[in-house]
């Protein structure tokens, strides 16, 4: 079981140590091997995904990614700035399906911003088309406008696109992970107004058909948003495509509390994954060692159970984690009176520290 590790910048270095740490007590064959990435990598090698880094990550089963971006990088050239190496690694290795499980630990649900009521029990999964849409359309760019409003002037384009077979593959997806949860799958367009979110909605109600024991609704995107913070319960899976999944998983994040808590995984045809935390770099908090890994440590268990065929050591991760919160251990994000404040490390360490106990108890 080969994994490549690639920390990135920011809280990544920091919180990726402690899922690496996490993997290494569960006493598996893993090989692996780290790598710079993101703005770490620019700065090393003057490119953000050098030819090494993706060509580990090609060859490895999995890999397990921190986070890249800091604000300094901002007026590089677009190419080579930290972005371009997770969405790099997402077109190179063909990673279309991102999984966003958006799940309310009972022991946090204090800690998010909404009513208790809206959120306990709260278990969804956003899955996202990661290689298509606006983030990869063609062609993009700047321009002198010889329409519009203001022709003459200079203006900024890109291009909204899916093809059939890419929204029918993302929706096979999504009903299929349905059908293992409560068989319930929202789409989300924009397709009262956007051409391509008509046929993304046309297309999945044709693979629907294919799934007559999952139930399908349509929700437009604005609508979407309102009812994940007014009945986020009321959602199974949601699919949808890379924008409005960029959006909406990160809202759905702060239903569960704090963004830190939420893990990823994305996956081409041939089950090799990504797995990375939803949230970002946090230059703001880099170095401080406050970040919260357990989105880290968190998506480590989706590796084991998606790219790595180890889904016992998976539930292990998990069980600890749970049984962590349960101790009242908490990083600041989640932190709320009566509970511990502890710091990246010792929340790592405080997850080994029950992985191990449940290995001796066999
Ligand atoms: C995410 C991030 C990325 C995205 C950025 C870092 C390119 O926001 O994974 O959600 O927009 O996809
Ligand atoms: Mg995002």
Redesign the pocket.
């Known amino acids: 079981m080969k994994i490549a590790v690639l920390p990135g910048d920011g809280i990544g270095t920091e919180i990726v140590a402690e899922a690496v740490k996490v993997l290494h007590a569960l006493e598996l064959p893993f090989e692996m091997e780290t790598a710079l990435v993101g703005g770490a990598a620019y700065e090393a090698h003057g490119h953000p995904l050098p030819d090494a880094t993706l060509q580990l990550a090609k060859d490895a089963d999995a890999v397990l990614f921190g986070a ?2 800091d604000w300094k990088y901002d007026t590089l050239d677009r190419p080579l700035r930290p ?1 371009q190496a ?2 790099g690694l997402r077109k190179n290795l063909g990673l279309f399906a991102n999984f966003r499980p958006a799940i309310c630990y009972p022991e946090l649900v204090g800690a998010s911003s909404l009513k208790p009521e809206i959120i306990s029990g709260l278990d969804i999964l956003i899955i996202r088309e990661l290689t298509g849409d606006i ?1 990869f359309g063609q062609p993009r760019g700047r321009r002198t406008a010889t329409d519009g409003h203001f022709p003459g002037s200079e203006e900024a384009f890109d291009t909204m696109r899916y093809s059939h077979p890419e929204i029918e593959r993302i929706a096979h997806v999504a009903f299929q992970a349905a059908r293992k949860r409560n068989k319930k799958v929202t789409s989300v367009d924009k397709a009262n107004v956007l051409e391509t979110f008509q046929f993304w909605k046309d297309v999945v109600t044709e693979v629907g058909q294919q799934y007559p024991d999952v139930t399908l609704d349509h929700m437009y995107v604005d609508n979407a948003a309102m009812q994940l913070v007014k009945a986020p319960k009321k959602f199974d899976v949601v699919v949808t495509g ?1 924008m409005f999944g ?1 959006i909406l ?2 809202e759905a994040s702060m239903l569960t509390g704090s963004i830190g808590m939420l893990p990823s995984a994305s996956l081409n045809t041939k089950n090799q994954g990504l797995y ?1 935390p ?1 949230h ?1 770099s946090a230059p703001d908090i880099a170095g401080q060692g406050i970040a919260n890994p357990l989105a880290t440590i968190l998506s480590a268990a989706m590796m084991l159970r998606f790219s790595l065929n180890q889904p016992e050591a998976a539930s292990r991760i998990e069980t600890a984690v749970q049984s962590v919160l349960a101790s009242g251990l908490r990083t600041v994000d989640i932190w709320s009176e009566g509970t511990t404040k502890v710091g990246t490390r010792q929340m790592g360490d405080a997850v080994v520290a029950a992985i191990t106990k449940t290995i001796t108890k066999g």
Request: hydrophobic share 25%.
């Open positions: 890249v971006g972005e997770i969405l983030y890379n960029d998983s990160d990375e939803s970002g």
